[in-house]
């Protein structure tokens, strides 16, 4: 044989083919296609026989028991929805919880014989699916041939039963397809598909065993049914809020929120897990990695979209989206939050929106957030690369957290805000919020992240010309200042802050940050000496335009008299507390008698701010200074969140159900500018979808009135909001109470 | 002004722009572009001065200290690169390890004066480099004026120094630029960016405070610094070897290394965390998601590319990936597993491929696999969607986990393979090898996933006519049969078991699997009654083309007589276990006396199976049978592995470094049909880069020589591997050991 070996010789390898190859299928790697949507579904047989039919053909499955009727039970003011809390939900199917009992009616042909007559109630789920994957349950009659879900029978009257069926508490969420099927000694005999009676399960707060367990009527009510939402933003001492419509039972929401899952192509098998849901809806909320629902931008050009600022509600973002299938233009960290809680209390997760005054962002669970000044103490914008938020919004919700150990269930932070930084993609948590407070941040997911978003440090260097740096103050207070959400059942602020930190200089405080340090978040070990002079500026209350003066009290503590040079410097800020432009600088001495306080007053001109002004009109001032007897640095920072005209909303008319009414918008350019491309938008839960108005331009001091008739759909107590946005002029709001009777 | 409200009329709205929104700036969101990518810098200036230029111009700088060279003593034999143990790597460019002290030398224009004369030896990666985020480090000579990075002078002679620098133990990894700064009262002078002085800081696992730190100098010398490896695959009774080229310190492979991390844009402060640099790598390996290093590919269609079974190591791989910058075609788990190995042994983290026998696969932490029978108890292949993987390999990576609670640190699964369904994304770990034997899985990373990958139970069910099922067999020791890696130091097989799994039903072991389940993977409770009738496949070694007997023992173990109804079904499988092919079924009935075993054979012809063969051969038995007298179920599975001819490698000539020698690889094709399209590969760590060799036809029984000349570069023991490759026939493997004299 080894004589042939030399016939035997090497080829030019064949060309390389060029181009990308071509996309490769699942064969070889796995039995079947994962089903990952809930779109998909192939349906069942209608008949299907047991062995091959014999010489005389199909037997007569006909004569055994037939189905005439199933009634789903699905109306309004019928026993499901009533019991399963999902009367609000303006759609035409079933709409269930977990975990709890709902009932169907069905007429068979001739009267039920328990002893003779098999059937069995299916419920299918996404496409190929599986008995042991739970995506295909068999709900029988009886006790004796028990599946995961439970099903008796509860009335039987002549050819009618009901029958009780109970999902189980862990069951995939979503909309299933329903079938009947009797079984005769021959095949089995099926319903045929008939849409109408598809039935969507959701997550259940109302029952014990569901992860989303929500022992609170109250709280329940508020962070399940409440379409209507206060979100809070401006400064921590200056708190502005938003009223926004979630509209989580609007026609199409539960449908759009659905495909969210399904566009992600979150494997089927996964949607009964509360954690595995929420952590998947915050990466595709924004449109990074994943053409997700919504892309940010912070950059004040909004050309191709919506402004952020100018969205009053989530349904037409949601509707939007899965109808166009593309992202939605614009969001900002409350545009996300406000959709992403429509998504939680649409599915059954509780949820709310919290916000954190002065957030650290982008540092990746670093604890340190660096302001660099030069040698004078003069802050160096160029070298000064970190920005803390004036405010960032986030979502809470209530999962049990069955994957972490014990304690750590109830609220968790998650946030679908892109991060720069979060463990390689756009998403984040859920966190447990018992975690983060006592420094267990080694739990999933990105608990070290959130961490640092409310515990920062904020780090004076002071750098000197050969590049060394040293660590002149320390602000260990200034981040995280103060976290709200919107109590339950009313429409109060709620501090939670002290859910997420204990208070400062408490022993709790202390061994929070040593169990944080453990795990690798290291806070600024340094100390640097106090200065003995403070810096303190304030609150003020200024409308865009205002010219105004801003003191600054240097506060001696010593007693000594202390001089001050200090470099005082105001800039037109970001809401994430990017700096647009400086408009001011000043550089005063201040002499302060020992335990004196000596007050320095700077001038702002509304003509030096004016023209930088951007998005929602924050200014930034920040003083530093030398204390010229010690060295010792002093700062201090302030936000100004520069007032708006309001929008004036009323609503005229007897407010009952199906009546029309009359809502009145109005609005008056108290500029001596005019305003130029205004959007108007108007929506209200139960009563109105969002509406929006166009108007080139409204000239200085005009005023502009908008009427629009609106038939209320619902009995109870809501509210219309409206906003008005342009480029020179955002975050305008105004909103009606009113409440309709049935 | 109202009066002049009814003129102000609303606008039809513009036209919305059509087609996607333009990509929108981080303008607003951010002060800065955040650094992702070591091959960007921005270069510092050569001249800073203090204040402006007075009317005199620049003051004369050139008066002060200047330099006249840096030597970076960069050779493979001088001090840093023996020192810090990388002699090894084919590289122009100074590669030392953190944590750990290096000495370069400066020469000035005039002796050094440390009372006078200022300097700084500065590091800068990546863009916009900041103290502050380690991106930018001054090193300084004196104790005084610390930095992160510590500073000495080790020696002056004249007008040079000798300067040695220890770069934090915790640094950020990859390449840095270096410059010399002198600092005068007017400005700072630095030397030009020179990339010849640039230097690659990598992990350190010699040094303690690294947090890859590996004490075992055997373990180090094995799992960093060999590039030769094994890979186990086969069956877990019939274990087949591969020899891999790892390759990691071949031209070129570092910087394809940093390359992987620039192009999934990981944030440059994050890279020195080795669990983050892990976690961001097995996502980047595999093209899913990020356009990663690796497609993967199961069909048996590899024309777009090479045959997953075709390589002989990574650097062709990662060579090709860097310079093309496009996915490279094809990959499976053990190739995955390979260049991920080069990936971390190149960086400087201690990793090896371990090889799991049973791998339980795509049921996200579901601890069960699912095999549904009839009501006969024959295997229904419709609805039986699970596989076990004979084989899957990943990754184990040594880390201290400073994220983690104490306890946790030490080796940690990690795996680039794509999943269907990890945590949402392609890419798995790291997740503490310990955490998984104890059952500890609410730890991050995806513990919980691996945990089911060698814990799963086989479930058998009986599925009634009704759709309802019944577990009827539970196979609790099936999965995660046997986990095996390459002992350190020599080339035999090292069981590691153990360290994933407490022996079955031990005391550990069920605290194990209560802990886990208290995490929520929940193992199949119900417990089926055992049959007294045991089924066992004693195990065969079966070239491809034989005909053979299966040999099938029924073991009567009740003292009464037994009759089975079994079936027996043979399929050609893919490794994944995923059916290709069913090309043998019998249905014998056997009768045992009590305490008797029978034996049924069952011969099998190779014309059967050879048509239907798929990739590595894998032939699948799976025997069911219900016993008439108890109706239990009893079961069997075996897994036949074809073995394959072997190549023939041979090395002639003088064993050293830089003399010329010959390598010989000879194959004969044994079959009696024709071979096509067949590749040869060749390479060896030291010996020979990847060198391949294509032959359109082998007629069947014709013999091949391929000869090539090569020249050893370094000393010491390794080994010449080839691999021939082609539809027919996958997995032909031969090797050639060979020791070089320096």
């Known amino acids: 044989m080894s004589d042939q070996a030399a016939t035997i010789t090497p080829d030019p390898a064949p060309p390389a083919p060029t181009g990308r190859p071509p996309k490769v299928s699942s064969r070889g790697r796995t039995a079947g296609p ?27 499955l006909t004569e055994f028991l037939d189905i005439w009727d199933v009634n789903m039970l699905k109306m309004r003011a019928e026993v499901n929805r009533q019991q399963h809390h999902t009367t609000l939900y303006n759609s035409d199917f079933l709409i269930v919880r977990r975990g709890q009992e709902f009932q169907i009616k069905i007429t068979f042909n001739r009267p039920y014989n328990p002893s003779e007559d098999k059937f069995a109630v299916e419920f299918l789920i996404g496409s190929n699916p599986q008995f042991s994957k739970g995506t295909y349950i068999p709900v029988f009659p009886t006790k004796e041939r028990q599946s995961s879900w439970a099903g008796r029978i509860t009335e039987t009257s002549n050819n009618v039963i009901t029958m009780a069926i109970t999902p189980a508490a862990n069951c995939i969420v979503g909309k299933y397809r329903m079938f009947i099927a009797i079984v005769t000694p021959y095949g089995i005999r099926r319903t045929r598909r008939e849409e109408r009676n598809d039935i969507y399960v959701l997550f259940n707060p109302w029952v014990s065993a569901d992860s989303v367990f929500l022992d609170d009527e109250v709280e329940r009510e508020e962070c399940v049914l409440n379409e209507m939402g206060i979100i809070y933003h401006g400064s921590f001492d200056d708190v502005a809020e938003r009223t926004w419509n979630y509209g989580q039972f609007e026609y199409g929401v539960l449908d759009a929120c659905l495909y969210i899952m399904d566009r992600s192509a979150m494997p089927i098998i996964n949607r009964g897990d509360a954690t595995k849901v929420v952590r998947q809806a915050s990466a595709m909320l924004n449109s990074r990695d994943d053409d997700g629902v919504l892309m940010g931008n912070w950059t004040g050009d909004y050309t191709y979209g919506v402004a952020p600022t100018s969205w009053t509600g989530s349904t037409e973002i949601l509707l939007n989206y899965s ?72 979502n809470e919700c209530f999962i049990s957290r069955p994957d972490l150990p014990p304690g750590f269930g109830g609220w968790q932070a998650v946030d679908a805000t892109p991060q720069e930084t979060s463990d390689g993609m756009y998403r984040c948590g859920p966190a447990s919020v018992r975690a983060i407070k006592h420094g267990q941040i080694c739990y999933p997911f990105d608990a070290a992240f959130v961490f640092a978003e409310v515990n920062s440090d904020v780090v004076f260097y002071s750098r000197t ?6 660590p002149v103050k320390v602000n260990r207070t200034h981040v995280g200042r103060m976290i709200l959400t919107k109590g339950a059942g009313d429409d109060t602020r709620r501090e939670i802050t002290n859910q997420y930190k204990f208070p400062e200089n408490t022993p709790e405080e202390r061994t929070m940050l040593e169990k944080a340090d453990e795990y690798g978040c290291h806070r600024e070990k340094s100390d640097p000496p106090q200065a003995d002079v403070d810096v303190v500026i304030p609150s003020l209350e200024i409308s865009v335009g205002d010219d105004f003066s801003l003191n600054l009290d240097f506060v001696n503590q010593s007693d000594q008299p202390r001089t001050v040079d200090a470099y005082v410097s105001g800039s037109v800020v970001y809401y994430t507390g990017v700096t647009s432009a400086e408009f001011l600088f000043r550089t005063p001495t201040v002499t302060i008698a020992p335990h004196k306080s000596e007050r320095e007053v700077v001038e702002v001109q509304s003509r030096t701010y004016m023209k930088h002004l951007v998005e929602q ?122 409440t309709i009777e049935p």
């Open 465 to 470: 010309k050969d590049g060394a740096m040293e």
């Open 323 to 394: 109808s166009s299938k593309m992202p939605v233009c614009y969001a900002q960290c409350w545009v996300y939050a406000a959709v992403f809680n429509t998504f939680l209390r649409c599915l059954g997760i509780p949820g709310r929106v919290v916000t954190n005054f002065f957030s650290a962002h982008d540092n990746d669970g670093n604890l340190k957030t660096d302001i660099i000044l030069d040698e004078n103490g003069r802050i160096d914008r160029a070298r000064t690369r970190d920005s803390i938020w004036n405010y960032h919004c986030w």
């Open 34 to 60: 994962l089903a990952n949507s809930n779109a998909d579904g192939d349906d069942v047989p209608e008949f299907e026989l047991f062995g091959t039919p014999g010489p005389r053909g199909l037997p007569p």
């Open 617 to 738: 009109g924050n200014l930034h001032f920040i003083v530093t200074g030398k204390v010229k007897e010690t060295g010792h640095i002093a700062t201090a920072m302030k936000v100004v969140i520069l007032r708006t005209p309001k929008l004036s909303v009323k609503v005229t008319g007897v407010p009952r159900v199906s009546e029309e009414m009359l809502a009145t918008v109005e609005f008056t350019n108290p500029f001596s500018f005019s305003l130029d491309d205004v959007y108007i938008r108007m929506e209200g839960p139960g009563l109105m979808a969002a509406q929006s108005k166009y108007y080139s331009l409204i000239p200085a001091g005009s005023s502009l009135v908008w009427a629009e008739i609106f038939t209320p759909r619902r009995a109870g107590a809501t509210r219309l909001v409206a906003c008005l946005d342009c480029s020179a002029l955002r975050q305008v709001t105004g909103q009606a109470s009113v």
